[in-house]
């Protein structure tokens, strides 16, 4: 069997392809009762950013549009928009905005996501 560089190529790219997506994982609850927001970022399995707002932060569950703050590590950065659903993400690398799941419960909103190759 003889193997050129044109036969392994596609498999080249495939595994090249595969190793540079990045797994992002994304979890936090928004309290009712207070409108706090915990919770946190990994990135390839390094924790990147922590939400951890203060009760009766200024957006609260009522307002659509506001922001939650997160803290991430020297090269991230994260914003969490629309109740946990809608968060905006950079890595040293790339910036991007995915959407999470969220539960809508009694008492709290639980949102999480598990994106690019997780």
């Known amino acids: 069997?003889?193997?050129?560089?044109?036969?392994?190529?596609?498999?080249?790219?495939?595994?090249?392809?595969?190793?540079?997506?990045?797994?992002?994982?994304?979890?936090?609850?928004?309290?009712?009762?207070?409108?706090?927001?915990?919770?946190?970022?990994t990135d390839n399995g390094a924790h990147t950013c922590t939400i951890n707002t203060i009760p009766g932060f200024s957006g609260g569950t009522a307002d659509e549009n506001a922001y939650w703050p997160a803290s991430c590590i020297s090269g991230y950065s994260a914003t969490i928009r629309k109740k946990g659903a809608e968060i905006a993400y950079c890595n040293p690398s790339n910036?991007?905005?995915?959407?999470?799941?969220?539960?809508?419960?009694s008492d709290a909103i639980r949102c999480n996501a598990n994106v690019f190759g997780c």
């Open 1 to 41: 069997m003889h193997i050129t560089l044109a036969s392994i190529a596609p498999v080249a790219i495939l595994l090249m392809a595969s190793t540079a997506q990045a797994c992002v994982n994304f979890g936090a609850v928004t309290s009712y009762s207070n409108g706090q927001m915990d919770g946190g970022i």
């Open 95 to 105: 910036c991007f905005t995915f959407a999470a799941n969220c539960d809508y419960d």
